[in-house]
């Protein structure tokens, strides 16, 4: 039995799928469903139970048989401002579920975030030293301070198994209700939809064209499939990134979702609102040294070939659900 917590989520749904597909339906999903159709992530998963969040404990306390928790719920959203919010969510129900693996040796893989690398300073290597990173919100800082805690406690206070995901930009089909935090290529998609245009962020920063800030952009079904390599293998403990370890600009982007619409591009450029110019990151890359060096092998969708898998097989469907 595996457990998924955050599985009526983007990623959490996209794993379930993954595991589907290779022929596991013995899968407990955990979530705390807030938007109305996000129960439509699940109606294509073959699962044994679904349990509110505030089941879990519970369930857990019966010491059922499990194989691993694959921790993907948490506050995702980047402009949390309730930090007491973030602890709780993101740090202390984290550290119940670890320490409960630990107790029960129990492999235990969650979601960490590139959010977590701040603004670059220090590059976005795994194999860094992640005290010397600085993130630029409450939600990075959250991940951060679970990373470092969890580095902290050791052998004999660890899972025999762990893993923590710094997932960069993820994007694809299941992630509908995240609303303003879903990827900029959904939004791309409705609002080419809607007005025949695009509208992208102006650059605030020195060296950078609109249009022109770079992100390490990651086709769900990659991200997905990356965890899943760890269920199956035995790795190293430690903390992976998830990207392809290419980065892109958001007019590629945005042009290929355009064009995957069977549309001529048209992009405009718009200020970017206050409350993120001093929080935004102008370039993101994974470093894949660490993934690769863990037996991963499977190539990564390019940008252009995962966004017209999303746009073409999902967005323009008339059930775009995976």
């Known amino acids: 039995m595996i457990v998924i917590t955050g599985g009526a989520g983007m990623i959490g749904s996209m794993i379930a799928w993954h595991l589907n597909h290779s022929g596991r339906d013995d899968l407990v999903i955990v979530d705390d469903i807030q938007h109305p159709e996000q129960w439509q992530n699940l109606v294509k998963r073959r699962y044994a139970n679904y349990l509110d969040k505030s089941e879990l404990a519970c369930f857990l306390a019966g010491k059922p048989k499990i194989d691993a928790i694959i921790h993907m719920g948490a506050i995702s959203a980047t402009t949390e401002r309730d930090f007491n919010k973030l602890v709780q969510n993101n740090i202390r129900y984290s550290q119940f579920l670890w320490n409960w693996c630990t107790e029960n040796k129990v492999p235990f893989l969650y979601a960490s975030s590139a959010a977590t690398y701040g603004a670059g300073e220090q590059g976005y290597d795994d194999a860094c030293d992640i005290n010397t990173l ?11 301070y679970f990373d470092q805690w969890a580095l902290q406690q050791g052998a004999h206070k660890s899972p025999p198994q762990w893993q923590g995901f710094k997932f960069f930009n993820v994007y694809g089909p299941n992630e509908y209700h995240k609303e303003r935090m879903a990827s900029v290529s959904f939004h791309t998609f409705n609002q080419f939809k809607a007005e025949g245009n695009v509208k992208l962020f102006k650059s605030h920063l020195a060296g950078y064209e609109d249009g022109m800030q ?22 190293e403990s430690g903390i992976y990134n998830i990207g392809t370890g290419q980065a892109r600009a958001f007019k590629d982007l945005a042009s290929a979702v355009m064009t995957s619409m069977g549309k001529a591009p048209n992009i405009t450029y718009i200020d970017m609102p206050e409350d993120l110019r001093g929080k935004y990151q102008y370039f993101t890359e994974a470093k894949m040294l660490k993934l690769a060096d863990a037996g991963y092998t499977a190539k990564f969708h390019t940008l252009e070939d995962g966004v017209r898998d999303y746009v073409q097989n999902y967005l323009l469907q008339a059930d775009p659900y995976c």
Do not use: E, M, T, W
Request: charged fraction near 20%; charge should be positive.
């Open 214 to 235: 770079l992100r390490d952009f990651v086709y769900v079904k990659d991200a997905a499939a990356a965890v899943v390599h760890f269920i199956n293998n035995l790795c």
């Open 134 to 144: 600085r993130p630029l919100n409450g939600y990075g800082y959250s991940k951060q």
